[in-house]
């Protein structure tokens, strides 16, 4: 399947079968995708925990948020959950991983004046803005692109997914033992779909024009209808949600996981979870 087929056809898989293990070379490739991704001076500040629901202590599963149907119904189903953070401890040796880019013929010309000026210049700047630096997002980002790569991966493989994020983690960082330095990004629900692949369309998105400029703000930059049609004839642009059957399948999933009518309802306690209060700290 070509990449842009698997960018097209990606959809947030909320609806899992907790009956079907993932195996683990599947989670990984995620994996393997994720350490390979680029990353700000080779910082490589993403790491993550694998949750596997069958052979995770009884702690760690009771760590994973409540939630609502966009979450506490996925982590109480999802085979695996993959718990994404960033350790800013990276940063700290970032001079290290810079030193190694000019080993490996990635940075600078000439190996003995490229060490030189990483130790004289280049890594003190950085070891200064090492403050500025957490608070411009650029690492973030980073992070994100390799999340990014391992659902392609993910989707690839057979695999549905769901990225959902963790307003109050102090429980799950305690029973995943993370360190002071670690900051959790985004908690990612993996497993085989219980609905279809589509999950009902192509979710809604603001027009072309409205998000993407050409030189200046206000200016949209031009659609080619010509590259339109040709993505979607590739299956990246797909029919736009709901599709025909999309009610009826919601209701049998409803049957299937007793969820309620109203989205959100599922579970009172969600507020007082989100505000950290004591439901988030396991009372």
């Known amino acids: 399947m070509e990449l842009r087929e698997v960018i097209g056809r990606r959809r947030s898989i909320r609806f899992l079968r907790p009956y079907k293990p993932v195996e683990r070379v599947k989670i990984q490739k995620m994996l393997e ?8 001076g080779n910082v490589q500040a993403l790491h993550a925990v694998v949750i596997e629901r069958a052979t995770a202590p009884a702690d760690v599963v009771a760590a994973l948020p409540t939630g609502t149907a966009i979450g506490g119904f996925q982590f109480r189903m999802a085979p695996v959950v993959i718990v994404w953070y960033l350790d800013w401890a990276k940063l700290a ?30 890594i003190p700047f950085f070891q200064a803005a090492a403050e500025a630096i957490k608070q411009n997002g650029l690492t973030e980002l980073d992070c994100g692109q390799g999340i990014a790569q391992a659902t392609l991966v993910a989707f690839e493989e057979g695999l549905g997914t769901c990225l959902i994020g963790c307003p109050s983690d102090r429980k799950l960082r305690r029973a995943l033992r993370l360190p002071d330095t670690a900051k959790v990004l985004v ?35 031009p659609r080619d209808e010509q590259v339109v049609a040709e993505l979607t004839d590739a299956g990246m642009l797909r029919p736009s949600a709901p599709l ?32 950290g209060g004591p439901s988030s700290e396991g009372g």
């Open 33 to 40: 995708a994720a350490r390979l991704a680029s990353f700000w």
């Open 93 to 122: 040796v970032q001079g290290q991983r810079l030193h190694e880019l000019v080993d490996a013929g990635a940075l600078g010309i000439n190996p003995e004046k490229s060490h030189a000026y990483l130790d004289q210049t280049l």
């Open 187 to 221: 908690l990612q629900t993996v497993g085989y779909p219980a609905e279809d692949p589509e999950a009902g369309g192509q979710r809604p998105r603001l027009p072309f024009g409205e998000r993407f400029a050409l030189n200046r703000y206000g200016e949209p930059f």
């Open 244 to 275: 025909p059957y999309r009610r009826e399948e919601l209701r049998w999933l409803q049957e299937q996981y007793g969820l309620s009518d109203i989205f959100g309802d599922e579970v009172p306690e969600i507020l007082n979870e989100m505000m």
